[in-house]
């Protein structure tokens, strides 16, 4: 579905002396199949530019697939997605088995979710002996978790009990039914939150905690049999990241969509966390290292890996040297 008012996607791609790239794309679009770990909005970005025409542009047909938590990356690696948004956390443990998975980018460096309690709890020691939702053990929810409390001088092991509740969807209504005492949150839960009295912690956003979040995550295979495939359906990604920046009104009505909510505070605060996006979405070393460090702490033999093992920045490095991005931005990469 192509969203009135996007051909200004058609005008870069000629302003930009694209055209001949995209002529030489086939007549019929090829197919490509881009999975999804979680209904949260950083994971958002193919599903809007899908919907705003970008990937159709890009010679694309392109369908968007919920391939929840732990099935993402098995789903990549039995050849029913193509691309998948996920967390690194995810990512690595089936890349160290299968070496054909492998980062093609990511949109977070940094742990950026909000530590948020129960409006009784006003101070660390109220949550002692208190329960913690998380969504899996040891997942980056955990993690977070763990790097909010002991930020507020807690002991994940020793003060708190950590419920498991298996979904990022749920989060919000365990600590709004007073089903956990605290949880961790991203849009637009945050939102409820604020509006329902709840007690915002720890930003983690403020801590500048490094930590590979959501990556965009391919086969080496498929990079290798259809190079100018992945090249066109990372450009559209790019261009979604640039969609996400550039025009608010129009990514909020597709955000409606994949959120399934109305609320336009709840929307506005979605844009506005995802907009922060880097420009250039590259996975970063330093970030991937400490996924490698938390996932060492309960398997050592992640302690062996370096993180080049698991990334592979040639596409978008080659559609960075262009000035293809720089050129989106009007010269200057954001």
């Known amino acids: 579905m192509k969203i009135r008012g996007f051909g200004f996607g058609l005008v870069l791609a000629v302003s930009f002396g694209l055209g001949a790239e995209h002529s030489g794309a086939q007549n019929k679009p090829e197919r490509l199949r881009i999975g999804y770990a979680a209904r949260a909005v950083a994971h958002s970005v193919p599903f809007v530019a ?21 099935i993402a990356p098995m789903a990549l690696m039995a050849n029913e997605v193509d691309m998948t948004i996920m967390s690194a956390y995810l990512m690595i443990p089936v890349s160290s088995q299968s070496r054909d998975v492998v980062m093609l980018g990511g949109f977070s460096r940094y742990a950026s979710m909000v530590f948020v309690a129960r409006p009784e709890v006003r101070s660390a020691q109220d949550l002692k002996g208190k329960i913690i939702g998380i969504q899996r053990p040891g997942d980056a929810y955990e993690k977070s978790a763990r790097f909010a409390l002991k930020h507020i001088g807690l002991d994940a092991d020793k003060d708190v009990k950590m419920l498991f509740l298996g979904s990022n969807d749920v989060m919000w209504s365990a600590l709004n039914t007073n089903k956990v005492s605290a949880t961790v949150l991203s849009p637009p839960g945050t939102l409820f939150a604020r509006k329902a009295g709840m007690n915002f912690m720890v930003d983690l956003t403020d801590l500048k905690l490094e930590y590979q979040g959501s990556t965009i995550t391919t086969r080496r295979s498929l990079i290798q049999k259809n190079p100018q495939l992945v090249t066109r359906g990372l450009r559209a990604i790019v261009r979604g990241v640039h969609l996400f920046k550039s025009r608010k009104d129009d990514t909020i009505r597709i955000l409606s969509k994949f959120l399934g909510t109305k609320d336009p505070e709840g929307l506005l605060e979605s ?27 309960g398997q050592p033999k992640y302690a062996q890996y370096k993180p080049a093992e698991f990334i592979d920045a040639r596409t978008l490095t080659e559609i ?12 200057v990469g954001k």
């Not at 159709?56 to 968007?64: C, L, R, S, T």
């Not at 966390?273 to 590259?282: F, G, I, L, S, V």
């Not at 960075?320 to 010269?331: F, N, P, R």
Request: charged share 25%.
């Open 271 to 297: 844009w506005e966390y995802a907009a922060k996006m880097p420009a250039k979405p590259y996975a970063v070393e330093s970030a991937v290292q400490a996924v490698l460090d938390h996932l060492a702490e």
């Open 50 to 70: 899908k919907e705003a025409g970008l990937f159709a542009e890009e010679g694309i047909n392109a369908e968007i697939i919920h391939t929840a938590g732990s």
């Open 320 to 331: 960075d040297k262009s000035g293809y991005i720089d050129k989106l931005y009007g010269g």
